[in-house]
């Protein structure tokens, strides 16, 4: 509703109302630096009737989260930045729209919200490709919720300077190992007696130092430990990989090296 949401707690069934200016406060209380603006992400697919209301109903809430902000100081002694988030559905007007309007807010960095929620990945590049040419070039454009290390490469090239995924830890808890020489469904049997180490291309102490078949053990036995050296270990492959993009783009190698990469990271070991 406008004035916001409202949430039902699933400890004592108590209800909880979540408006632009209670989630600003509540940001600025954890410290955040960056503080998203508040949104509604509508699903896939939406009508385009649906998509216009809700886009709508973002920007009003948008405006709502600067004027809450404006009124309120920093609380630590650093600024906090707000991010406005793009939103429109699969709908090229309604797209560029918005980006319009936030970019009209002239906000320090620009989200874009509401892809990767269950469209086709072409359509997920498609309007990525179109937020971002549609947004200022001169600040961060932070695309969200995104994605597997492939769609991190191929959005950078789409102009996307920023991303935030689940990916890393809940695939790496499930037993997906993301590495520089592949990707490893590390519970199949294969992995039993292999005593190499999980990653030897990447420079981090634990993907040298325990053997794939040792994270196998961890898994199979049900250890905690499996969970957390595989959600490590997906994270410092996700850390690598960027610092190398960015490596790439300042040697002028990006599209080159991407291509490379490309090829191998995304082989099913």
Same mark, same amino acid.
């Given at each position: 509703?406008?004035?916001?949401?409202?949430?039902?707690?699933?400890?004592d069934?108590?209800?909880?109302?979540?408006?632009?200016?209670?989630?600003?406060?509540?940001?600025?209380?954890?410290?955040?630096?960056?503080?998203?603006?508040?949104?509604e992400?509508p699903?896939?697919?939406?009508?385009?009737?649906?998509?216009?209301?809700?886009?709508?109903?973002t920007?009003?809430?948008?405006?709502? /989260?600067? $004027?809450?902000?404006a &009124?309120?100081? #920093?609380?630590?002694?650093? @600024?906090? =930045?707000?991010?406005?988030?793009?939103q429109?559905g699969?709908y090229?007007?309604?797209?560029?729209?918005?980006?319009e309007?936030?970019?009209?807010k002239?906000?320090?960095?620009?989200?874009?919200?509401?892809l990767?929620?269950?469209?086709?990945?072409e359509?997920?590049?498609?309007?990525?490709?179109?937020?971002?040419?549609?947004?200022?070039?001169?600040?961060?454009?932070?695309?969200?919720?995104v994605?597997?290390?492939?769609?991190l490469?191929? /959005?950078? $090239?789409?102009?996307? &300077?920023?991303? #935030?995924?689940?990916?890393p @830890?809940r =695939?790496?808890?499930?037993g997906?190992?993301?590495?520089?020489?592949?990707?490893?469904?590390?519970?199949?049997?294969?992995?039993a007696?292999?005593?190499?180490?999980?990653?030897?291309g990447?420079?981090?102490?634990?993907?040298?130092?325990?053997?794939?078949?040792?994270?196998?053990?961890?898994?199979?036995?049900?250890?905690?430990?499996?969970?957390?050296?595989?959600?490590?270990?997906?994270?410092?492959?996700?850390?690598?990989?960027?610092?190398?993009?960015?490596?790439n783009i300042?040697?002028?190698?990006?599209?080159?090296?991407?291509?490379?990469?490309?090829?191998?990271?995304?082989?099913r070991?």
């Amino acid at each position: 509703k406008e004035e916001g949401v409202v949430f039902q707690s699933h400890i004592d069934g108590s209800k909880h109302l979540f408006s632009p200016e209670s989630v600003m406060d509540i940001q600025r209380s954890i410290g955040a630096d960056i503080i998203m603006a508040f949104d509604e992400c509508p699903p896939y697919p939406s009508d385009y009737g649906y998509a216009k209301k809700s886009m709508e109903l973002t920007h009003r809430w948008l405006t709502r /989260c600067f $004027d809450r902000l404006a &009124d309120t100081p #920093d609380k630590y002694g650093y @600024t906090q =930045n707000l991010f406005p988030i793009v939103q429109g559905g699969t709908y090229p007007d309604l797209r560029k729209a918005s980006c319009e309007f936030v970019a009209s807010k002239n906000a320090v960095g620009n989200a874009i919200g509401g892809l990767s929620v269950g469209e086709p990945e072409e359509m997920m590049y498609e309007y990525t490709a179109l937020c971002a040419s549609n947004l200022p070039i001169n600040k961060p454009r932070y695309l969200m919720g995104v994605g597997t290390p492939w769609n991190l490469l191929e /959005c950078i $090239d789409l102009g996307i &300077d920023m991303f #935030d995924c689940v990916m890393p @830890t809940r =695939n790496g808890r499930n037993g997906m190992l993301f590495t520089t020489q592949g990707v490893i469904n590390i519970r199949n049997k294969k992995w039993a007696k292999d005593f190499s180490p999980i990653d030897p291309g990447l420079p981090a102490e634990h993907s040298q130092y325990y053997s794939k078949a040792y994270m196998r053990h961890l898994f199979v036995a049900g250890e905690i430990l499996g969970l957390q050296l595989a959600s490590i270990q997906n994270l410092s492959f996700y850390l690598w990989l960027m610092k190398e993009a960015r490596s790439n783009i300042i040697s002028g190698n990006f599209v080159s090296w991407k291509k490379e990469t490309l090829e191998i990271i995304k082989r099913r070991l």
